[in-house]
């Protein structure tokens, strides 16, 4: 029994429910807070996380409070808003029913924003090898694996295992790749400059492979031939019309020119493919929605599934086809957030009995960083930039966006520090190691045995 | 085959091998630092951790990084100094080895600082119920299940359950205890207080649990009383003079004067007990020296190993009693400090050919911090405050010992932050969940279901 629902009990406002705590979910949460509803924000986790910056947590600039903010803390004073931190499972319809593990919550329309993730094209077995970034916790793994794969080379004896530990490489090089690489060159050659006595870092390779013939490939050319310039310059090698057939722990196989070999490395991230929630599936089967081979759900002009108008699928997860210009529209934050506010005025039009608004994405253009000073922005028609204003103009429209104060002030101070130390502070090797192999040898640590050995005589 | 090691071979330094970068073990190192020796630091992690605000972490008031410094960068300008991240695995005194992982290095003398965690009694059994707080995923870990408690109390429908997700209980009022306890209710009383719809997190009920007679066993008794009254005034329950019997993911098990009773939670947090590391025991082995049951290395005058003049144990791992006042010396950081610093300064002597110092560990007293402008602190003689102004000398001690001016800039910020919004914003529930086990009934979900339900009809 509960109070506050007793209380409603004879004019029970109409329940949104909105799956998904991302772009397109919180904004049409926020988007709610004036109307005649009730909202029930239900989410994995307890907090919204600002993507665009993960791969700055990943490669240990920001630390992964920095880029979060507790759902229920910027919803606290939205008093028509409930959040649940649970699982969804699965949808009935017909009920208007929405399950979860363990219970299922009734909705009068229901909004879908599980969002996406990366796709291994089939090949889930080299998840495991070569994980990719969406979570929290995928940043701290591969935060572990590329500062691991530094102390590890520190241990290495073996030349050969020094270098293998030394590669790193970085599968598919749209704005993810790009930012990964960038950050990982400038890893090796800055910030862990003077931190090993036996290696150096700056001879680490940073490989961008990418299977199509140019970095940044939604981007006009001239920007990606300028973002591959500002790449090399930074001493990322970039591979393109190069496929990745095979992935282990200990090489990759590349193709190029229908031609393989192999390249020996203890590091692959993963920044390819994508892939919507399988809620999209979920939801499709029990809907007859049409979705397309990476899970996305075709929807109507204004976002619904068709034959199902109180069903909205917005965001990552959304295949949008009514835009002259972009179709699909791109799996970015201004889709999300624009198509939360939308479906947030249809629904609360529909119960003022007004006439629904049409949806009509404004495109402000788009923009990728690609290192310190490095970037590039197509703000579309003739304002194009790159390099140092680019990068100015990424690290200040990033540092609006960010949700809560506090962390924009604590995000500008770290990029502050970072700038002029080089210094990345959040390097904390953490979480569970069984991800990471040991050194083969070791024998770098017995080279002052007494005991003669051929391994001994070295340092004695 | 390494270059650097090769140019040494003729001459090759004194080599001093370090295990462990907590305070003793770093600050060893430093001291090390202009002294004709080659000093190895090994670590299992790649950072120095501040532990004594390691709670602040498991209450989500600081992320990770503001408490930790990676070695690597530390003593990166040392250049004296080379780090290794590795687990040691044992000791061949005789030939004067550590085992690694894989390898083995010789070391001229060794200084083992491995540190201490908490100990079960015998229960090990009760860690998964009860986790301490002794590492980065110990703390997030707690994290995680403190306001996961909050989020399962707001899914369930029953009252009873409610009730039992809101019940804390931390065992052992020492230090640690009596911080995790004030800080959980504040978060019940503050932080927490906009955010929840079904439940009031001010409900909570914080249950402080001490076998001994008073809190802050070590104190005097008119701190302890203070620390005690200023732990009520918050909201902690303390339950003095009451041992627990039995933990599991549903209720502890509570004795007082001989009565046994069940006290239903889930959570529990552990902050007893006292024990080494398991390196102290494999050391004892080798060496013949006494180990005490927490498994401390009982150690000479010097800190060395009676017998191994070039082995010395140090911080919370040794256990000295040649002090005539405190007997042993407490497990605190100055003495961790003191005791690195000195035999930095014997091992140097004794290269140099001169008299060794003698061990005098200075008592500059002690402090601990209850909540908010809540603390105790110890001077000596008659210099005792509580309150307000012994909590203003915790945050600023506390502050000035933090490794790195970034993180004292980042810390003293969200300190203030803090206090001025009540904000946690580092409160995420991150890593694994399987150790979180799920409402017991959510119908509180399907109370708007739209089939007659007696849970449904409530709410339509």
């Not at 229908?258 to 029990?286: C, F, Y």
């Not at 929605?289 to 002009?301: I, N, S």
């Not at 199902?308 to 999300?336: C, N, Q, S, T, W």
Request: charged share 20%; aromatic share 8%.
């Amino acid at each position: 029994m509960n109070d506050s629902l007793i209380l409603r009990q004879n004019n029970r406002p109409h329940r949104v429910v909105i799956i998904g705590g991302g772009f397109a979910g919180l904004k049409a949460a926020r988007a709610l807070r004036k109307a005649p509803v009730e909202v029930v924000l239900i989410d994995k986790r307890n907090f919204h996380l600002f993507q665009p910056l993960l791969y700055q947590v990943a490669t240990g600039s920001l630390s992964p409070a920095n880029i979060s903010a507790p759902l229920r803390s910027i919803l606290s004073h939205q008093k028509n808003c409930r959040c649940i931190m649970g699982n969804v499972t699965g949808f009935d319809p017909d009920n208007k029913m929405v399950i979860m593990d363990g219970g299922q919550i009734y909705y009068d329309s229901l909004i879908v924003a599980a969002g996406a993730s990366h796709s291994y094209f089939g090949h889930n077995e080299w998840e495991e090898a070569a994980p990719g970034l969406k979570t929290i916790e995928d940043a701290t793994e591969i935060r572990a694996r590329i500062y691991s794969a530094f102390e590890f080379a520190e241990r290495e004896s073996d030349p050969a295992d020094t270098a293998e530990w030394l590669n790193f490489v970085i599968v598919g090089a749209g704005p993810t790749g790009v930012e990964l690489a960038g950050a990982v060159a400038e890893i090796a050659r800055n910030s862990l400059k003077h931190d090993f006595r036996r290696i150096s870092s700056t001879h680490a390779k940073i490989y961008l492979v990418e299977a199509g013939p140019k970095v940044l490939g939604m981007y006009t050319d001239d920007l990606s031939e300028s973002a591959l310039k500002q790449l090399q310059k930074i001493g990322v090698i970039v591979r393109l019309n190069t496929m990745v057939t095979d992935i282990t722990r200990s090489y990759v196989t590349l193709k190029h020119d229908g031609q393989e070999d192999r390249m020996p490395t203890r590091t692959v991230l993963w920044a390819a493919g994508v892939q919507a929630s399988p809620l999209g599936r979920l939801l499709a089967e029990k809907t007859g929605a049409k979705v397309d081979r990476p899970g996305l759900v075709e929807v109507a002009a204004d976002c619904s599934i068709p034959g199902y108008p109180d069903i909205f699928v917005i965001g990552d997860m959304a295949r949008y086809l009514h835009d002259e210009k972009l179709k699909p529209l791109p799996g970015v934050a201004p889709v999300a957030v624009q198509q939360g506010t939308f479906v947030a005025k249809v629904i609360t039009s529909r119960i003022q009995k007004k006439s629904p608004p049409t949806f009509k994405y404004k495109d402000y253009g788009k923009m990728a960083t690609i290192g310190r000073a490095a970037a590039v922005a197509d703000l579309g028609k003739n304002l194009k930039f790159s390099g140092f204003l680019a990068w100015m103009m990424w690290l200040f429209i990033h540092m609006m966006e960010i949700v809560s104060f506090r962390n924009r002030l604590l995000v500008l101070l770290q990029w502050g520090w970072h700038y002029l130390s080089y210094d990345r502070a959040a390097r904390l090797i953490t979480g569970d190691d069984t991800h990471t192999p040991l050194p083969k040898t070791q024998v770098a640590h017995s080279e002052a045995a007494p005991t003669p050995q051929p391994s001994t005589v070295v340092s004695r």
